[in-house]
């Protein structure tokens, strides 16, 4: 399975962050990253329902973006 993906290469990530995620879940690599991508999922939902609300002058012009570049 192939996705391209706009995700940070591990490289450009710090490595303090990378074990702290890690650590917090016994080193277990797999559950980590379920972790992240149901916080990722969280959130991405939070910045839709936030964006409903947000009036395009409160914002001056700035409406997020659902996909990073």
């Excluded at 995620?21 to 329902?49: P, Q, T």
């Excluded at 002058?57 to 996909?67: E, I, L, Q, S, T």
């Amino acid at each position: 399975m192939s996705a391209k993906t706009n995700a940070q290469a591990p490289d450009d990530t710090e490595p303090d962050m990378i074990e702290a995620v890690l650590s917090a879940y016994d080193g277990d690599a797999i559950a980590a990253l379920r972790g992240v991508i149901a916080d990722a999922a969280f959130l991405h939902d939070e910045l839709r329902i936030a964006s409903a609300f947000l009036s395009y002058g409160a914002a001056r012009g700035w409406r997020p973006r659902f996909v990073r570049k």
